[in-house]
């Protein structure tokens, strides 16, 4: 998508870099040349992985300052969104993508190599299964499951004022009354940043949600 950059420009004030767009170019490239054998998305157009996986993943930077976000951890990641593309825009963030379908990590293993992204590596295991003595700054979690349950993945491996995003369409609401039954004194609310994705493509609700 050639103007890609104005988008994100557009959308987030952010302005890529040539060396970002050639990422996102081989990105895409090597994920629909991948996607012949291995199932990783049904969303295979030029623009529609454009907007609706890059730009998607990456609508979460006016949330919080990245800059500030040392380690991220990406919740059952699949073809690596959003880590991949945020570790894109921020190359300093280390960055463990996690997901329990194998095949799915094989694929971000080869565009982590594909794409020189250092401090970057992947797990395989369930999330209900992590533990860890490390903790991290930022969970993240895309179109994954319902805020409670994304919380009680997010809450024991982030740090003492860690920070979870939870990428939700616009529907979210019905989903608060259990959360704050269940985590309104462990987690707060933030911020909800809802945004319309270009060429009609839908509205994105993301949560960004802070440990107390």
Same mark, same amino acid.
């Given at each position: 998508?050639?103007?890609?950059?104005?988008?994100?420009?557009?959308?987030?004030?952010?302005?890529?870099?040539?060396?970002?767009?050639?990422?996102?170019?081989?990105?895409?490239?090597?994920?629909?040349?991948?996607?012949?054998?291995?199932?990783?998305?049904?969303?295979?157009?030029?623009?529609?992985?454009?907007?609706?996986?890059?730009?998607?993943?990456?609508?979460?930077?006016?949330?919080?300052?990245?800059?500030?976000?040392?380690?991220?951890?990406?919740? +059952?990641? +699949?073809? +690596?969104?959003?880590?991949?593309?945020?570790?894109?825009?921020?190359?300093?963030?280390?960055?463990?993508?996690?997901?329990?379908?194998?095949?799915?990590?094989?694929?971000?293993?080869?565009?982590?190599?594909?794409?020189?992204?250092?401090?970057?590596?992947?797990?395989?295991?369930?999330?209900?299964?992590? !533990?860890?003595?490390?903790?991290?700054?930022?969970?993240?979690?895309?179109?994954?499951?319902?805020? !409670?349950?994304?919380?009680?993945?997010?809450?024991?491996?982030?740090?003492?004022?860690?920070?979870?995003?939870?990428?939700?369409?616009?529907?979210?609401?019905?989903?608060?009354?259990?959360?704050?039954?269940?985590?309104?004194?462990?987690?707060?609310?933030?911020?909800?940043?809802?945004?319309?994705?270009?060429?009609? !493509?839908?509205?994105? !609700?993301?949560?960004?949600?802070?440990?107390?």
């Amino acid at each position: 998508m050639n103007n890609f950059k104005q988008i994100v420009f557009d959308k987030l004030g952010y302005q890529l870099s040539e060396l970002q767009l050639n990422q996102f170019k081989t990105y895409y490239e090597f994920l629909i040349e991948y996607n012949k054998n291995v199932n990783l998305t049904r969303i295979t157009d030029l623009d529609e992985v454009y907007i609706k996986h890059f730009l998607d993943s990456i609508l979460v930077i006016n949330l919080l300052d990245f800059n500030k976000i040392n380690s991220l951890i990406d919740m +059952g990641s +699949g073809a +690596g969104f959003p880590g991949i593309p945020l570790k894109i825009l921020y190359p300093h963030l280390e960055v463990l993508l996690v997901d329990a379908r194998k095949k799915k990590l094989v694929f971000i293993d080869k565009i982590i190599e594909k794409l020189n992204l250092d401090k970057t590596t992947t797990l395989h295991a369930r999330l209900e299964k992590l !533990s860890f003595d490390k903790k991290y700054d930022l969970a993240t979690a895309r179109a994954l499951t319902d805020l !409670s349950t994304i919380s009680s993945y997010a809450y024991p491996i982030i740090n003492s004022h860690g920070y979870i995003i939870s990428y939700k369409s616009v529907s979210y609401e019905e989903e608060l009354n259990e959360f704050n039954k269940l985590w309104a004194n462990k987690l707060k609310i933030v911020k909800v940043d809802t945004k319309e994705l270009p060429f009609g !493509s839908g509205s994105r !609700s993301n949560l960004l949600l802070q440990k107390k």
